[in-house]
């Protein structure tokens, strides 16, 4: 399996655009995940699917971020409008979640370092 | 709400070294522990977990003992290499099934190895 798999793996662009980040899940998995990693405050979870169905969103940080999944296969993260304070690496992270405590295994991909000038 | 507080880095050492990076939690319940590392440009990968009291995690030489009564869970590593270069985050997920999703993280510790 070619694990978890983001796109792009960079992004600059600039305040005001419209930004869009995907993700292939591990085939098979059927939980899903969006993080945010910043040196301030470190990794935050953002939204978590579970067979492709929102499960928890809390973490979104405002309208302007959304996220979607329209198949078990692929994953959107939306950021519109774009600002700096977006600057951060967004990483996509998959499971295979059988209800059973400590068995939720997270694989994540490589990550989108994001820069919004 | 559940929390994980580890040792502010970076730590830095010389290859052979014995390594120490102390995480202490709090949570409801009963967690599972975990530690993720995390390489140069890439992804968390996981490294070990425990997911009851007094288990031990072990894996690449690294050990962690899940530690109830003092709710820790230390990364420890007998001898240390320069691959093992990296930032190391400690983790637990909640107990109930409604919850143990959801994985709380520490705010990393990087780990520089020197030969």
């Known amino acids: 399996d070619a694990g978890v798999i983001q796109s792009p793996r960079h992004e600059v662009t600039e305040m005001g655009q419209e930004v869009t980040l995907r993700c292939k899940p591990i085939s098979g998995h059927n939980s899903l995940f969006w993080y945010r990693q910043t040196m301030m405050r470190g990794l935050e979870l953002l939204i978590y699917?579970?067979?492709?169905?929102?499960?928890?969103d809390s973490g979104m940080p405002e309208d302007r971020f959304s996220a979607k999944m329209p198949n078990a296969s692929f994953s959107t993260l939306k950021i519109q409008p774009s600002e700096p304070r977006d600057s951060a690496v967004y990483f996509c992270?998959?499971?295979?979640?059988?209800?059973?405590?400590?068995?939720?295994?997270?694989?994540f991909g490589a990550g989108s370092r994001l820069t919004v000038l | 709400g559940n929390s994980v507080t580890q040792m502010e880095g970076p730590v830095t050492l010389s290859e052979e070294a014995f390594l120490t990076i102390n995480c202490t939690y709090t949570a409801t319940g009963y967690p599972s522990l975990f530690w993720y590392v995390q390489y140069p440009g890439e992804g968390l990968q996981l490294l070990l977990k425990a997911t009851k009291a007094d288990d031990k995690g072990s894996n690449k030489g690294f050990e962690a003992t899940y530690r109830k009564e003092t709710t820790s869970f230390h990364l420890e590593k007998g001898s240390v290499q320069v691959s093992d270069s990296a930032v190391y985050f400690c983790?637990?997920?909640?107990?109930?099934?409604?919850?143990?999703?959801?994985?709380?993280f520490g705010k990393g510790t990087l780990l520089t190895v020197n030969p």
């Open positions: 983790a637990l997920s909640g107990s109930s099934g409604g919850s143990n999703y959801k994985l709380t």
């Open positions: 699917f579970n067979n492709n169905v929102p499960i928890d």
């Open positions: 992270a998959s499971s295979l979640n059988s209800g059973a405590s400590g068995a939720n295994v997270l694989t």
